[in-house]
């Protein structure tokens, strides 16, 4: 060969792309596990993909990024599965980003300021984000969207990508669908459609990161909501109907919120059906059942930390939120369902007020006739 | 009192609309209680709804319809409901119809166009209709709307209702929603929102009868391949992108076939709310998740006659007849769902092939990485 052609692998891989994934939870893992699979096949991507690992240490005495190094698993939050062997988990956290041109979060959402913080000024200048982040927080004045957060703090821009995402279901390689949201550059949301998309992991994009974002917090309300209907046992069609009510609700309130969000967000993964896994299955879904089932008498704070390990449930918190964001801009009365999750949730009112709402609603019109 | 105050209720009741409802199976039943509660309180309708009743004798030798009015409940198929006093039963279509200017249509839609004909010249010139009746066909040029059936045949304007409404849950007064298709006139529509509207039935009234009818038909086809799904047992995650790209290929169907069909219709009740009632229960859903667990090895038609005794799956007719419009359009690659749904029932496919058509989608967008 000449040496033209010698030189060739030598800048192909210099324009290659570097990835990390910030966070190794059951989530984070199947996300390292999706990408890994791909960088191998796309001659644009490094094979390697580095996965911070906030380290622990497991029970028989060894670090859990030494041993997913060694077993090409994540014994810990994703069991039996091999991630593939491009995947180095790294628990040196600025060592992890520091090559990388694209950056995938994936932790929970209260650790996501601590980490850009100390990122900051350490990531490439030609760094790429995506967050994969649920349950940012609604403040007062608005939602708090953690993509903000992440463009501004490091100074990139930052696509999101949501859906209907049970991680060990995807694990098992059953099929699904996601929904990537971009800001602007709809080459850059390619690239992330490629580097996620395989035949059982569907990916799309769309030109709306408010939209897509928002619906993986609103829709743990709806779920809330949802639960109460089980609990009360008042069957498929009371389930759909509050369900249906819900993702206009979640329609609404972001479009109010921010007027570039459209329509057609909802109709993607991220929107009804990821609503529909999470009202489907899901603990909150499940602990709003039991809250049902007793008749309220038990706070949500006592069956949390019966059924959960003391967890919060993210969408009990979201619909305290929401409601503050109602009261203070005065929406409370176009969004009954949101406003009456929070309100029977501080047992103000019965589980049976989900659907009695809808009384008030028609009065009008039905007083007009 | 004076003379021209005893006037006013002979007036009044000049202008009051009166109701008919054809039919009294299941949901016709359930249509006339709904109605009945309403006509009762509305100043502007008759108290009287009439029911027309197909007659029967029953196995105590009684006559269906005259057992109806004696105990106030349509004992075959609604038992254990009281329909309301000011519900009568008819055996006599034509005089059922004859001094109403409110037809609601409830019947198996293969009726529709003899009781059409039946009634044809014999009904009042200022009579409006609303059409209930699922499972129109879809024949080669498209489908053959029952409400243009109802139009064309009896020279009046028709509405459709449609939603998710199983007619036992309805009965027990659990809240459901559904929606009302009008094509221009809006205060008609209103009308019958408020003939059937009550505080746990909340309707909404929408310009758009092609796509609120098509909803009722094509449901049920993605209830088929939710059916694989729970049959195969792959999860929620795939459930839900299933029942999405089923609402997506809906949407985009109807607006081939109607350039009317608005986008927000799949977000009302008739929409997204009836597509979840019927992929969580319904027989379409139980027989395709019979159907895949045996692998295909047993034909709809065995398993009809099992489960059904004998009746046949409207998800399975449906199916066949969109796949003739897919083929006969050449639109076929733009609905891998529809087509594939087909091809599973009639066992060219494999079940598992319901998730397998995503690859091929997806297969143009890889390759340009």
Redesign the interface.
């Known amino acids: 060969m000449s040496s033209v052609f010698s030189m060739a692998p030598f800048f192909e891989s210099e324009n290659k792309s570097r990835v990390a994934v910030i966070g190794s939870g059951n989530w984070g893992s199947v996300a390292a596990k999706l990408i890994a699979s791909n960088t191998l096949k796309?001659p644009?991507f490094h094979d390697e993909v580095r996965m911070w690992v906030f380290e622990e240490t497991l029970p028989s005495g060894k670090k859990l990024s030494a041993v997913i190094n060694q077993t090409n698993e994540n014994v810990k939050y994703l069991p039996g599965i091999k991630l593939g062997k491009n995947v180095v988990a790294d628990p040196d956290l600025e060592h992890a980003v520091t090559d990388s041109n694209m950056l995938v979060f994936v932790t929970p959402h209260q650790f996501m300021e601590g980490i850009c913080k100390r990122i900051q000024g350490k990531i490439r200048k030609d760094a790429q984000a995506i967050s994969l982040v649920k349950g940012m927080e609604v403040k007062r004045d608005g939602p708090s969207m953690i993509s903000t957060i992440i463009s501004q703090k490091l100074g990139i821009s930052c696509c999101v990508l949501m859906g209907?995402?049970?991680a060990n279901?995807?694990a098992?390689e059953?099929?699904?669908?996601a929904t990537v949201g971009y800001r602007e550059n709809k080459e850059i949301a390619?690239?992330w459609?490629?580097l996620f998309?395989t035949?059982?992991f569907?990916v799309s994009s769309v030109q709306d990161v408010e939209g897509v974002e928002l619906c993986g917090t609103l829709k743990n309300v709806v779920a809330i909501a949802a639960g109460f209907v089980d609990g009360l046992e008042?069957?498929?069609?009371?389930?759909?109907?509050?369900?249906?009510?819900g993702?206009?609700e979640m329609?609404a309130f972001s479009k109010l919120l921010f007027s570039s969000v459209k329509?057609?967000t909802?109709?993607?993964?991220c929107g009804?059906?990821?609503l529909?896994?999470t009202c489907?299955?899901g603990r909150n879904r499940k602990c709003a059942e039991a809250f049902a089932k007793h008749g309220g008498k038990r706070s949500f704070d006592e069956l949390e930390a019966e059924m959960l390990q003391g967890q919060k449930l993210q969408g009990v918190l979201t619909a305290k939120e929401v409601h503050e964001v109602l009261c203070h801009r005065g929406w409370l009365e176009s969004f009954p369902l949101f406003a009456t999750v929070h309100e029977i949730c501080i047992r103000r009112l019965p589980p049976a007020a989900i659907?009695k709402y809808?009384?008030h609603?028609?009065q009008h019109?039905?007083a007009s006739?």
Do not use: Y
């Open positions: 796309l644009s209907a995402n049970i279901e995807i098992q059953n099929f699904s669908e390619e690239k459609v490629h998309n035949p059982f569907s008042m069957g498929n069609n009371t389930k759909a109907a509050i369900m249906r009510i993702l206009r329609k329509d057609n909802f109709f993607e993964s009804v059906a990821d529909i896994t489907l299955g659907v809808s009384e609603t028609h019109s039905r006739l």
